[in-house]
């Protein structure tokens, strides 16, 4: 550590109330350490805030030492863009509270919070936030990448239920961003990424759902393009309260999933029907090909939420490809048989998430978020705990989505993206969005201090 940094390193400790955690203190082998191992970096300082006060402390401190500067929240980043070699780490994990507004129906969740919190806070009044299938991913940085999930084809994405933000900016002030005040940092935060400064905390439009039906059902894999063909031509014409992501998996080898099928490659559908009147009715078709797993019933949504945090902890190997889809023609279907068979790991897999219905409806320009044409986001992932399988997992992945990249739409989910695909991936991503965006940048963070990201660059 540099002698700059240590003589102001007292006062930043004096500053906050959390915890800065620096290389020479106890645990910060732990507090380093990113939900993906493949990713190994070595920040200065780890900053757990508790306040807002704790942030702006922390961004001061950053700026006038120089330090890189990445935020974390709930730490699911695929790029590891959560922390930064020798740079400075704002880790708002500890600002998790959540405060519901039944008679609203509103939810203001702080910075740190994860969909658990969400759906723990919310589910007790029958009530849902539109956001992910993972329930320890956290909350902002889902939201700041758009946000799809279980409800999107009945609710649209997470940004169109975000009702306004607080932000620390890049120079340490905290803004509010809505409708009504800084609209166009409101914009921007809605699809942008943490390009514009660490969210503090954000208020939400709530849903009325509470339990839902769904869970997996599986067929072999030799079975893909049967199923596959039937999935895309299915599920447009349903009703919005059925969602339904096809996916390429391993059997589990653990309880409840027989033990017969255990580690089987298979193709099939994870559903979740927010009608639960008509549930068995909108899935007899799928019931009616005979899966070999139907792990379908009633449940309350947080259940199925965290149904697979299990499976999908921290300490894996991961490596991500995604794409937004238009159509899937059959040539792709072939493709999709081809590649799901070569799944390298029993945790690897591919999702296909529909994204039409209430998300297409709003226009093009009217979020940061360009691609309301997609009608599914793809996402490609290599996963296991061994290190040695780090090659098997990128090669398999990238194979998988070169081989389909000509069918996409040409951006991807921005949360889902590598670091290492470049920046006219990123531009790709926002299409005609990124100029403007870039306009936003220059305002709020003229000197690209929030870089540590997929980077949106000031004009």
């Known amino acids: 550590m540099t002698e700059v940094l240590a003589s102001g390193l007292d006062e930043l400790r004096m500053a906050v109330r959390g915890v800065v955690t620096g290389r020479d203190d106890p645990g910060y082998d732990e507090a380093r350490v990113l939900f993906n191992a ?6 200065e300082l780890i900053v757990y805030c508790r306040d807002v006060a704790d942030v702006i402390a922390g961004v001061n401190f950053a700026r006038e030492s120089g330090l890189d500067t990445a935020i974390r929240g709930g730490g699911h980043n695929g790029g590891g863009l959560g922390s930064v070699d020798d740079g400075l780490v704002i880790d708002v994990s500890l600002i998790n509270n959540v405060r519901v507004d039944p008679d609203a129906r509103t939810v203001t969740a702080g910075g740190g919070a994860l969909l658990g919190d969400v759906d723990h806070a919310t589910n007790v009044f029958g ?54 005040e800084n609209d166009d940092l409101f914009w921007a935060i809605r699809g942008g990424g943490s390009n514009f400064g660490v969210v503090t905390s954000l208020t939400f439009d709530l849903v009325p759902v509470a339990n839902i039906v769904g869970g997996p059902m599986w067929w072999p894999i030799e079975q893909t393009e049967e199923i596959l063909d039937w999935y895309r031509g299915f599920i447009g014409e349903q009703p919005g309260s ?11 080898p653990v309880p409840p999933f027989p033990e017969e099928l255990h580690l089987n490659k298979v193709c099939g559908v994870a559903w979740c029907c927010a009608d639960v009147e008509s549930a068995a009715e909108l899935l007899a078709p799928a019931r009616a090909l005979n899966p070999v797993l139907d792990g379908v019933a009633e449940m309350p949504l947080p259940v199925l939420n965290s149904a697979f945090d299990g499976l999908y902890g921290p300490g894996d190997q991961w490596y991500w490809r995604a794409d937004f889809v238009g159509e899937i023609p059959d040539e792709a279907i072939e493709r999709h048989a081809e590649w799901g068979q070569k799944m390298p790991t029993w945790k690897s897999g591919m999702h296909l998430y529909p994204t039409d219905g209430p998300q297409q409806e709003v226009g093009k320009t009217d979020t940061a978020w360009s ?8 996402v490609i992932v290599g996963v ?7 090659d098997e997992l990128r090669d398999w992945c990238i ?14 989910p921005l949360n889902m993206m590598g670091i290492e695909e470049g920046q006219e991936r990123v531009q790709a991503t926002y299409r005609d969005n990124y100029e403007p965006l ?21 004009a």
């Open 38 to 43: 493949m990713i190994d970096k070595r920040p």
């Open 127 to 180: 009530l849902a936030l539109p956001a992910g299938i993972i329930s320890t991913t956290g909350v902002a940085g889902l939201t700041l990448g758009g946000g799809t999930g279980h409800l999107t084809r009945g609710h649209g994405l997470t940004i169109d239920h975000l009702r306004s933000a607080d932000v620390v900016l890049a120079d340490g002030s905290l803004v509010h961003a809505s409708e009504d």
């Open 242 to 252: 059925l969602g339904g992501f096809f996916n390429f998996h391993s059997v589990p």
């Open 371 to 378: 691609y309301r044409d997609a009608n599914w986001a793809q």
């Open 384 to 390: 296991d705990p061994d290190p040695a399988s780090k």
């Open 399 to 412: 194979g998988y989505w070169e081989a389909l990249h000509p069918y996409s739409l040409g951006g991807g």
């Open 438 to 458: 870039a306009k936003i940048k220059a305002k709020y963070d003229p000197d690209n201090f929030f870089h540590v990201n997929q980077n949106i660059k000031p």
